[in-house]
């Protein structure tokens, strides 16, 4: 190739080399102006558009979790969203409904084309670290923080605030504090980050009491009435002071004994309503919502009364002007209607005769459907025609009531009943009992698989499982379960055990002498699963069975020691609740050397100088008798006691030698009471006789030629005693107990005369004389008010020693009779911790013999007590009571009531039993 050529060539290479890089530069930068985005931040909100999310990111948080808060908000990178639309305004809601922010905001920070990136910013709301009170007593800052919905931490919301402060005012209104008045405060924790102390402010105001009830419009009935009626909202105590001379002008200075003469209790009472009226126990704060109720309680009374179409026009609430409400109230009485005609269709079981009967409502009586209501369905003496129909198995009966005709005052009723078919009790189940075996349960009830169902069988099983005493009896359930289908009914029980068992622990120094006692009572033993370890390990003692295993040791240092057990299986067999009893005692009671200091009371080697043994053995069998009713029982025993004396000197009757009492003891008894431990209703009746064989009809000795050593060898004597008790029930919580006890020792020889043993002993709190009564066998009886040496006093008799002087010993009356008025008010119905109060009237007396009997001639007391229940340790508690005739003892009146209660009154505690 020449050159010329060669230049040719080098000028078309460049040229092409030039050409393709300016078309690569052409390219490029069409490339590059294809890819810059395009950024606007702007929206146009008129058009709506759809993005794609790029990005979220949290602004304004610094405690909560960015990835929780994004998660919560709905939104996501990668979702499509409309702008506007939906999407955005719902995140915010959702936001919001978390309660943590007071602000919650969502902003656009870029848009790239289709792409939107978005920032939450959120103000979070400061946490509350603890409150404060300031204008609430201490009393009553801990019943406000259970009320109050705070807790350390919690994020203090608007919406909490207003439920702390409702509840606050709510608290204070429901205390009378109507114009409370709650305000909130903040102030930052220093000590904790974004954390606020809260302090919340109460102005309680004055308290506001109902000062009068007002009834407008009342001419039939006499309105204090009325107000009775509300049982919530009563009104202030009220005392006219110019009532008396009123009452005089009223009534007429120159006629007034007949005028009193002619007036009805009712009216007068009526009328002193106006003059004076104390609320001694009730308060008179204003409550709505009871207000509310106690109007309708207003009708209700109404009805009663035969106005069925009474009604409130109206009612208002004003503040009277010493600050107080008044409260006014209008009815409208209506028309008063009585019963007429009452005409019974569906009925074949019955005859209208009997149902007529039993309802006992007479034509012409006023018309009261709250009777009526009661005379069919829930008599409490268990009366009404639904009991009689459920008692013959009838478990579906119903019967509906109907005003058939309306004439002036006169309504006539049809009673439409339906009897259905008589059910049948298919299955008894058992829940609840996690200690006690089903068949211990279901031994006790009087519903049988099988049986007809009968509402009284249903009565009596709940009231035998509260006698139990596993259970507390406010728990126990009962649900028949009908199955109208085959015609049965299946029965549930509900029950939940409570602690049973007892434990007696005491001790103490007294008499240079420790003083103690331990015992335990399982009351719910279980003597076949004694060599379960599964049983020991479960339980901690063998339990489930209904037995009862006691056992009891009491000391007084060597001076005297006294152990008791005894077993009972309440149903011998299983098939009957026949009770089978075995007990067994010791006693031992020594007096030592004058030079036996109180440190040698630790040395049982030590021969005391006087010495009194008692031990016995007993053996019991109770049944349940079936006539008269089931409520009888019959227990018959034998008991058999060895006292051994040694040098007994100046202290019985003998003072020396073995001595032996055998005898046969049957008690018969009825109980209508179930709750052992406060019982509210039912009696209890018991006669016992205990009587030894005469031994002196057959061994043909001179009694009057021997000592009393060979006289008492084997005693003989029949002793009888009586005991009845009534609980009646004024309130659900308010009971009389009413009791009485009669106790007579008699003998078949009167060359032997009376028994030194088996005598009876009353006076002070019936716990005191219990060594020298068990050690003797003599029954204490407590008579409060007085000291247990008061009334039974120590026996005067012939010289004993032979030392030509009478000797003056410890032996009890042959008669005793004892009364006891009580009025106890249940305070805690807990089954923990059973608490009730107590009022009582007591007189009793023991005689020496039935020449000085006089059942009137008593020593009477009265005062107050307390008796606190728990399961573990059983009954305790106090009585304070002032003996009326104290005098008769020698006991000189003080000067004025300080002096007169110091001389008079006695305290006196329980500990363990409640004691005869």
Same mark, same amino acid.
């Given at each position: 190739m020449n050159n010329t050529q060669k230049t040719q060539a080098a000028i078309i290479m460049r040229f092409t080399i030039s050409i393709i890089l300016s078309l690569f530069v052409l390219c490029s930068s069409v490339i590059t102006y294809a890819q810059e985005p395009t950024v606007n931040n702007s929206i146009d909100y008129t058009t709506a558009k759809e993005y794609e999310i790029g990005g979220i990111e949290i602004k304004?948080?610094?405690?909560?979790?960015?990835?929780? !808060?994004?998660?919560?908000?709905?939104?996501?990178?990668?979702?499509?969203?409309?702008?506007?639309?939906?999407?955005?305004?719902?995140?915010?809601?959702?936001?919001?409904?978390?309660?943590?922010?007071?602000?919650?905001?969502?902003?656009?920070?870029?848009?790239?084309?289709?792409?939107?990136? !978005?920032?939450?910013?959120?103000?979070?709301?400061? *946490?509350?670290?603890?409150? *404060?009170?300031? %204008?609430?007593? +201490?009393?009553?800052?801990?019943?406000?923080?259970?009320?109050?919905?705070?807790?350390?931490?919690?994020?203090?919301?608007?919406?909490?605030?207003?439920?702390?402060? +409702?509840?606050?005012?709510?608290?204070?209104?429901?205390k009378g504090f109507l114009n409370t008045k709650v305000a909130l405060s903040e102030k930052r924790d220093s000590l904790r980050a974004n954390s606020v102390i809260l302090f919340i402010n109460v102005d309680r105001g004055r308290k506001i009491k109902i000062n009068d009830i007002v009834f407008e419009g009342v001419e039939n009935v006499y309105p204090r009435k009325l107000r009775k009626s509300m049982e919530n909202t009563k009104s202030k105590s009220k005392i006219d002071r110019k009532s008396p001379k009123k009452v005089w002008k009223d009534l007429g200075k120159s006629n007034i004994i007949s005028t009193l003469a002619n007036v009805s209790i009712s009216d007068a009472l009526n009328y002193f309503d106006d003059k004076v009226r104390l609320k001694i126990f009730s308060s008179s704060k204003f409550i709505k919502d009871d207000y509310e109720d106690d109007k309708k309680r207003v009708i209700e009374y109404y009805n009663t009364q035969g106005y069925r179409d009474a009604r409130i026009v109206k009612d208002s609430i004003y503040t009277a002007d010493n600050g107080h409400l008044n409260v006014h109230i209008m009815v409208d009485e209506g028309q008063r209607y009585h019963f007429g005609k009452i005409d019974w269709v569906g009925n074949t079981k019955h005859d209208d005769a009997t149902l007529s009967k039993i309802l006992g409502i007479e034509k012409?009586?006023?018309?009261?459907?709250?009777?009526?209501?009661?005379?069919? =369905?829930?008599?409490?003496? #268990?009366?009404?025609?639904?009991?009689?129909?459920?008692?013959?198995?009838?478990?579906?009966?119903?019967v509906q009531p109907i005003e058939a005709k309306v004439e002036n005052d006169t309504i006539n009723l049809e009673m439409r009943v339906y009897e259905g078919p008589e059910a049948t009790i298919n299955n008894i189940i058992v829940e609840g009992n996690d200690k006690t075996n089903e068949h211990v349960i279901r031994r006790a009830l009087f519903t049988k698989p099988g049986n007809k169902f009968r509402r009284s069988d249903i009565i009596r099983s709940q009231q035998e499982l509260v006698a139990?005493?596993?259970?507390?009896?406010?728990?126990?359930?009962?649900?028949?379960?009908?199955?109208?289908?085959?015609?049965?009914?299946?029965?549930?029980?509900?029950?939940?055990? *409570?602690?049973?068992?007892?434990?007696?622990? $005491?001790?103490g120094w007294g008499g240079r002498s420790i003083v103690g006692s331990l015992g335990v009572t399982f009351n719910n033993f279980s003597i076949k699963n004694m060599l379960s370890r599964e049983a020991w390990r479960k339980r901690g003692i063998p339990?489930?069975?209904?037995?009862?295993?006691?056992?009891? =040791?009491?000391?007084?240092g060597p001076r005297f020691q006294a152990l008791n057990a005894s077993f009972t299986e309440p149903w011998l067999g299983g098939k009957r609740p026949n009770a089978l009893t075995v007990a067994v005692t010791r006693a031992r009671q020594a007096v030592y050397p004058s030079d036996f200091t109180s440190l040698d009371f630790f040395d049982f080697s030590v021969e005391p100088t006087n010495l009194l043994i008692n031990n016995a053995?007993?053996?019991?069998?109770?049944?349940?008798?079936?006539?008269?009713?089931?409520?009888?029982?019959?227990?018959?025993?034998?008991? !058999? $006691?060895?006292?051994?004396?040694?040098?007994?000197?100046?202290?019985?009757?003998?003072? /020396?030698g073995n001595y032996y009492n055998l005898s046969l003891n049957t008690t018969l008894s009825r109980s209508t009471v179930f709750n052992p431990i406060f019982p509210n209703s039912g009696s209890t009746f018991s006669l016992s006789l205990e009587l030894t064989p005469p031994y002196s009809a057959f061994n043909n000795k001179d009694y009057n030629q021997l000592?009393?050593? /060979?006289?008492?060898?084997?005693?003989?004597?029949?002793?009888?005693?009586? *005991?009845?008790?009534?609980?009646?029930?004024?309130?659900?919580?308010?009971?009389?107990?009413?009791?009485?006890?009669?106790?007579?020792? #008699?003998?078949?020889?009167?060359?032997? &005369?009376?028994?030194?043993?088996?005598?009876?002993?009353?006076?002070?709190?019936?716990?005191?004389?219990?060594?020298?009564?068990?050690?003797? &066998?003599?029954?204490?009886? @407590?008579?409060?008010?007085?000291?247990?040496?008061?009334?039974?006093?120590?026996?005067?008799?012939?010289?004993?020693?032979?030392?030509?002087?009478?000797?003056?010993?410890? !032996?009890?009356?042959?008669?005793?009779?004892?009364?006891?008025?009580?009025?106890?008010?249940?305070?805690?119905?807990?089954?923990?911790?059973?608490?009730?109060?107590? @009022?009582?009237?007591?007189? %009793?007396?023991?005689?020496?013999?039935?020449?000085?009997?006089?059942?009137?001639?008593?020593?009477?007391?009265?005062?107050? %007590?307390?008796?606190?229940?728990?399961?573990?340790?059983?009954?305790?508690?106090?009585?304070? &009571?002032?003996?009326?005739?104290?005098d008769k003892r020698g006991f000189t009146r003080g000067e004025g009531i300080g002096n007169y209660l110091s001389s008079f009154a006695e305290f006196h505690f329980i500990l363990g039993f409640e004691p005869e």
């Open positions: 304004g948080t610094q405690y909560l979790d960015e990835k929780v !808060l994004i998660s919560l908000s709905g939104l996501a990178v990668g979702d499509k969203i409309q702008i506007p639309g939906e999407q955005i305004p719902e995140a915010i809601k959702t936001l919001w409904k978390q309660g943590l922010f007071e602000d919650v905001q969502i902003y656009a920070s870029k848009i790239i084309n289709d792409i939107i990136f !978005l920032e939450i910013h959120l103000k979070e709301l400061p *946490r509350m670290s603890k409150y *404060r009170f300031s %204008g609430v007593r +201490n009393s009553e800052i801990e019943e406000l923080r259970d009320a109050l919905p705070l807790l350390a931490g919690r994020i203090l919301d608007a919406n909490t605030k207003s439920k702390v402060t +409702n509840i606050t005012k709510n608290f204070y209104v429901n012409g009586e006023v018309y009261n459907t709250q009777l009526l209501e009661q005379r069919l =369905f829930g008599d409490p003496t #268990g009366t009404d025609v639904s009991s009689l129909y459920m008692d013959d198995g009838y478990l579906f009966f119903n139990l005493n596993y259970f507390n009896p406010q728990s126990i359930g009962i649900q028949p379960i009908p199955n109208p289908a085959d015609g049965t009914v299946d029965i549930k029980y509900t029950v939940e055990e *409570r602690p049973s068992d007892q434990l007696e622990l $005491s001790a339990a489930g069975d209904g037995q009862r295993l006691s056992v009891r =040791f009491q000391a007084t053995v007993s053996v019991s069998l109770g049944r349940r008798l079936r006539w008269p009713d089931d409520n009888f029982t019959l227990v018959n025993g034998i008991r !058999l $006691s060895h006292f051994k004396l040694n040098n007994w000197v100046d202290r019985f009757i003998v003072t /020396d000592s009393n050593n /060979d006289k008492y060898k084997w005693t003989e004597y029949h002793k009888w005693k009586f *005991r009845a008790e009534w609980f009646t029930p004024i309130t659900e919580k308010l009971v009389i107990r009413t009791a009485a006890k009669i106790g007579v020792l #008699g003998h078949y020889n009167t060359q032997i &005369g009376t028994a030194p043993f088996e005598r009876f002993w009353i006076g002070g709190d019936g716990l005191s004389n219990q060594i020298n009564g068990f050690l003797a &066998g003599t029954d204490i009886f @407590a008579l409060r008010g007085y000291d247990e040496n008061e009334i039974t006093r120590n026996t005067v008799v012939e010289d004993i020693n032979k030392d030509g002087i009478d000797d003056v010993i410890r !032996l009890g009356d042959p008669f005793m009779n004892k009364f006891t008025m009580e009025l106890r008010y249940l305070l805690s119905p807990s089954p923990t911790t059973t608490i009730y109060a107590l @009022a009582f009237l007591e007189a %009793g007396n023991s005689w020496n013999s039935l020449n000085q009997y006089n059942p009137f001639d008593l020593y009477r007391s009265a005062g107050l %007590g307390l008796r606190i229940y728990l399961p573990m340790f059983g009954l305790m508690g106090f009585d304070w &009571g002032i003996g009326f005739d104290r």
